[in-house]
Antibody
Framework: QVQLKESGPGLVQPSQTLSLTCTVSGFSLTDYSVHWVRQPPGKGLEWMGRIQSGGSTDYNSALKSRLSISRDTSKSQVFLKMNSLQTEDTAIYFC??????WGQGVMVTVSS | DIVMTQGALPNPVPSGESASITCQSSKSLLHSNGKTYLNWYLQRPGQSPQLLIYWMSTRASGVSDRFSGSGSGTDFTLKISSVEAEDVGVYYCQQFLEYPRTFGAGTKLELK
């Protein structure tokens, strides 16, 4: 069955770079896009970006200068990297396949 | 970017009553192909969002027929008939006509 699981550090210092991994199973990254969505504590959902089945990417313009999404199809992994982190980047980060399959999310806190 | 604006519910909602959640988009989500590019999600406490409705009015697999979606190109309604305890959470609308995908701020449903 389709599954997605996010992993990464729970704590990142301000101004540092966040690196997250989304490991998928039950489908191929060459057949489906994978998206990243984040949710600050107690707040709503923000679409961050996606990597398409062909490998091209789309980003939220508000994050584009800091955000990079890539993948390793052989490992069924999608990567998110975002630099210059600030406290307002504290959030749960989800990876999704389309609208109907979501990972459990990973909580990232930006704090010194 | 397309702005999604959600209405509030007169919480708490008595169990067994119906509830309607509104969502408005700043641009028509009706495509020339006749489809309306709107999703509805429910995020239960502590969980990832779950897709309820896509194409404005099509229920996702396994979703109760107590949930129904309707609307026009810019004004949308999610109706929940006979609200139950499992319906408690935050409801989000999302447009998928354009990138960046954008969500409404969410509408909280509490049960009486």
């Amino acid at each position: 069955q389709v599954q997605l699981k996010e992993s990464g550090p729970g704590l990142v210092q301000p101004s540092q770079t966040l690196s997250l991994t989304c490991t998928v199973s039950g489908f191929s990254l060459t057949d489906y896009s994978v998206h990243w969505v984040r949710q600050p504590p107690g707040k709503g959902l923000e679409w961050m970006g996606r990597i398409q089945s062909g490998g091209s990417t789309d980003y939220n313009s508000a994050l584009k200068s800091r955000l990079s999404i890539s993948r390793d199809t052989s490992k069924s992994q999608v990567f998110l990297k975002m630099n210059s982190l600030q406290t307002e980047d504290t959030a749960i980060y989800f990876c999704t396949r389309g609208p109907d399959y979501w990972g459990q999310g990973v909580m990232v806190t930006v704090s010194s | 970017d397309i702005v999604m604006t959600q209405g509030a519910l007169p919480n708490p909602v008595p169990s067994g009553e119906s509830a309607s959640i509104t969502c408005q988009s700043s641009k028509s989500l009706l495509h020339s192909n006749g489809k309306t590019y709107l999703n509805w999600y429910l995020q239960r406490p502590g969980q990832s969002p779950q897709l309820l409705i896509y194409w404005m009015s099509t229920r996702a697999s396994g979703v109760s027929d107590r949930f129904s979606g309707s609307g026009s190109g810019t004004d949308f309604t999610l109706k929940i008939s006979s609200v139950e305890a499992e319906d408690v959470g935050v409801y989000y609308c999302q447009q998928f006509l354009e990138y960046p995908r954008t969500f409404g701020a969410g509408t909280k449903l509490e049960l009486k």
